[in-house]
């Protein structure tokens, strides 16, 4: 895909190669500036494709944050010739797709448990008056949900919803990222504290300030009420507040897998919920390897399934309902089962004049 794109750019700009904006970017050797990888046109032609050159020199390591190539200045494309990748995202026009433009981007021993710009487009950071509060995802360009415990006791105006973000502690990314406030918080009518039961919230935006979808900027699938996970590879990822205020604030992503419900069932009980919990419909569980991630403390983060024959396209499964236990040789993560919520979504946004096709698979 980035060398398609990238093929596509050069024939389509070939005005922009070679014309370098100089000011405001920070030298790195002679006639060589450090610039965001997407401006940067040096690599090699083979068999009349272009390679774009990603890879990462001392000169780069040295003077240039890791989001940045040292570049030759007559290389490096104009910021002022806006690349218009929607030209080229035919199967973003559907919920849950993502492009891999910029799994390049990566910080230095920075491995375990990255998540790349662009990896999970539909990923909201939420912020309340007092800093991050936890992670959403978009299902509609005016909607976001996520946990209610992570916005309980938050007023709507107070809220801030970031999304197209990566790494919070910088704004060198290659699109930009989009923020936007909250006209309407809703916390699941039937949501219970403790123990904690339908634990989600949805967060509205004022209709004429809605998220614009992008490359980075996209709408999750919610789960068709029939879907079955049992033992899906998903993966949760997100922001975590301990990591703010670093250099880099980089959202993590950790491999996790749906148990079916009678395990599920058989570990919650001894585990949480005592003999005489049923499990039901409204809760979902993952097993997986432990990791100082998933196993610390992330107010509200989301888990994402890949739909059946699509290793590239996800659906939410769920949204972390309550702490991850880590105590036994397995982790055991017990999330909200989005699929089951499906009537008070839909109808939610329905009345709201939204178009809930968006989110359907
Ligand atoms: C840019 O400059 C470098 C070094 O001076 C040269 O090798 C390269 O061919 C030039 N590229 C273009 C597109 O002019
Ligand atoms: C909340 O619980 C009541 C009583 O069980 C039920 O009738 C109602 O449908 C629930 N609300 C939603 C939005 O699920
Ligand atoms: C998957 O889940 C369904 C419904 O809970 C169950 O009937 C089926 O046996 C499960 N399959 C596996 C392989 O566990
Ligand atoms: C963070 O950045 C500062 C200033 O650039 C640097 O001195 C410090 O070593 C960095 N800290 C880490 C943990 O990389």
Redesign the pocket.
Known sequence: MDLLIRMLLTLIFPAAIGRAETSGYKSCAPDKNCVSYDLCNEGIFVDGHFYPDRSRTLLDEQHCHYMEKCCNVNETLSASSEINYNDYLGHLKQCGGRLDLWFHLNPMGYKKQKANFGEFPWLVAIYGADGYLCSGVLITPLAVLTAAHCVQGETASDLRLVAGEWDAAVQLEPLPHQERTVTELML???YTQSPAGHNLALLLLDPDASFSLTPHVQVICLPPPHIIYNFSQCFVAGWRRSDFNANETLPKRWPLYVLPRDQCAVRLRPAILGRRFALNDTLLCTGGDKDDFVCSDMGAIPLMCPLAGSDDRFVLAGLLARATRCDGPQLLGIYSNVKFYRR?IDHTLRERDQDIRQYMV
């Open positions: 699941h009518p039937n008070w």
